[in-house]
Each structure stands twice: as structure tokens, then as C-alpha cells.
């Protein structure tokens, strides 16, 4: 089946330690994204990437980073500088805008800072 | 910068009746995409409609349509026949060509029986 998977689902953090968030898609789509979701708040864009070993911040880059060395993976990496990272995180991906475009996303890790 | 807005934080529907959920964008280009996603209790994400903005003719899909209002920035969802199974959160959102998905704040949509 394809899709896009996220892992963990639910991930736990101490203060001042960097987590790595997942996220692999078999769909053969050029761009990724990764979306920060607060309680009751829509999808905010940390970052994206259009094509492998390139990719843009979003709005909430800071504190984050990514890499994109393969087309199938887009790892988030939430950094120590991240003041409050608790909340839940979706990856997303979809090919470049054209009439069949649509974002297909991951089930989401919920990281919570203990 | 393009920003999506949804003026309804939460929205209630008596099921088998209907019910439409506002959204309006910012944007000064041209040609661009909309969309509609509901995102249930399980927080999957899941696709309900499109519209390309080149297109005059609203989408539909089965008890889900838009209407869509180029000139206003407007793109509303009606959901006829609402199910207990339609209450979820429901986000808008826009894409230009070449950029990223932008979505609004959701609207938070209860199904009453």
C-alpha cells in the first residue's frame, strides 16, 4: 500500500535533549512538509521541501531543522533551542501542484517534554 | 503572504440536515488550488474536496460541494444529509503553484442526533 508513515506516534522528551521525528512516504512525491498542530489551532508549517537536498523554513522554523537526502524521507529534528515543543506533529507530502494535487499526511507523533 | 481565514471556531448540525462552513483566503495570484480536509478525533488528515481556481464550476462529492466565489476570496462547504460521522475538525486550505498548503484555523463541526 502506498502511503506516508510517521514515527513514533507518541514521543516523550527531557529538557534540553534533540528528538528526531520520521517521516517516510512511498508515494513517489517530489515535496514534503511538516506541519506543527496545537490544541484547537490549525497546521502551522515548520518547514518543506520541494526536491532532495533542498528545502525551505515555513513560519515556525525556529528551534527545528530537517534534512532531505533521500526523495522518501523528511526527518524532523527538534532542537534543545525549541522552547515549547509539546504538541502534534504531521507530515505531509504531494506531488508539485497540478490537477491532481493533493497533500496526503502521516498519522501524526504527539511529543510531549517531561 | 497568503493567509486562510474561517470565522467559525465551532459549528453544530442536527443529523440529516445541512450545514455550510465559511472560509475566505488572501491571495493576489491568479491560479491557485482549494481545498477542504477533515481531520476526525483519530487527528488523520483525510481529504475532502478540491477546486482548482481556473475552474468556474463548483466541485462536489457525493453530500459534500463548495461554493466557490473567485472574485470574493470565498470558499464555503456544504454538507447535506450531515452523519454522526461527519463530526470532525474541517480546515481549508490553499496551494500556489510552486509553494506550500496554507490552512486555516478549523472549524470545529458537532453532529447532534
Known amino acids: 500500500d502506498g502511503g506516508i508513515t510517521q514515527s513514533p506516534k507518541y514521543l516523550f522528551r527531557k529538557e534540553g535533549q534533540n528528538v528526531t521525528l520520521s517521516c517516510e512516504q512511498n508515494?513517489?512525491?517530489?515535496?514534503m512538509y511538516w506541519y506543527r498542530q496545537d490544541p484547537g489551532q490549525g497546521l502551522r508549517l515548520i518547514y518543506y521541501?520541494?526536491?532532495?537536498?533542498?528545502?525551505q523554513k515555513g513560519d515556525i522554523a525556529e528551534g527545528y531543522s530537517v534534512s532531505r537526502e533521500k526523495k522518501e524521507s523528511f526527518p524532523l529534528t527538534v532542537t534543545s533551542a525549541q522552547k515549547n515543543p509539546t504538541a502534534f506533529y504531521l507530515c505531509a507530502s504531494s506531488t508539485i501542484p497540478d490537477l491532481n494535487t493533493e497533500a496526503f499526511f502521516g498519522q501524526g507523533t504527539r511529543l510531549t517534554v517531561v | 503572504a497568503q493567509t486562510v481565514t474561517q470565522s467559525q471556531p465551532e459549528m453544530s448540525v442536527q443529523e440529516a440536515e445541512t450545514v455550510t462552513l465559511s472560509c475566505t483566503y488572501d491571495?493576489?495570484?491568479?491560479?491557485?488550488?482549494l481545498f477542504w480536509y477533515k481531520q476526525p478525533p483519530s487527528r488523520q488528515m483525510i481529504l475532502v474536496i478540491r477546486?482548482?481556481?481556473?475552474?468556474?464550476q463548483n466541485a462536489t462529492e457525493n453530500r459534500f460541494s463548495v461554493n466557490f466565489q473567485k472574485a470574493a476570496k470565498s470558499f464555503s462547504l456544504k454538507i447535506s444529509d450531515s452523519q454522526l460521522g461527519d463530526a470532525a475538525m474541517y480546515f481549508c486550505?490553499?496551494?500556489?503553484?510552486?509553494?506550500?498548503?496554507?490552512f486555516g484555523p478549523g472549524t470545529r463541526l458537532s453532529v447532534l442526533p
Open positions: 486550505a490553499y496551494l500556489y503553484i510552486g509553494a506550500n498548503f496554507v
Open positions: 477546486q482548482e481556481a481556473y475552474k468556474q
Open positions: 508515494l513517489n512525491h517530489d515535496a
Open positions: 521541501s520541494q526536491i532532495v537536498n533542498d528545502f
Open positions: 491571495t493576489s495570484e491568479s491560479d491557485y488550488y
